[in-house]
């Protein structure tokens, strides 16, 4: 339960700062709103894949690979206001809140 709310309190937490940051990098809403809806698609995603590999796996392991794959992209996500050119921006975004997504499909 304690890891629920972790993984979901990570999806929140970053609502107030991110469409700030993205502003102040001068894209879109659309790009801001696609950057949030990402995250869900990948739980949609992955989600059956975890559910056949947690037997092999185990619960215990899934969560905590879950909670540290989900903690190092959002600690990679602190590196993104450095980063001057719009696209990468972009990029690197969408690709860390997709991993953050199904990371999150782990726990």
């Known amino acids: ?7 979901n309190s990570a999806y929140a937490l970053i609502a107030p700062f991110l469409p ?8 879109s809403g659309h790009m801001i ?21 947690v037997q092999y796996v185990g619960t215990t392991n899934m969560i905590s690979l879950g909670i540290a794959v989900m903690g190092l992209a959002f600690i990679c996500f602190g590196f993104i206001p450095s980063i001057d050119d719009t696209t990468i921006i972009l990029s690197v975004g ?12 782990f726990v």
Do not use: D, H
Request: glycine residues 6%.
């Open 94 to 105: 969408f690709v860390l809140r997709f991993i953050q997504g199904a990371s999150s499909a």
């Open 33 to 53: 709103g696609l950057m949030f809806a990402i995250y869900s698609v990948a739980v949609i995603l992955s989600s059956p894949f975890v559910g056949k590999s």
């Open 20 to 27: 700030l940051e993205f502003k102040a990098q001068n894209i």
């Open 1 to 7: 339960m304690i890891c629920t709310l972790i993984s």
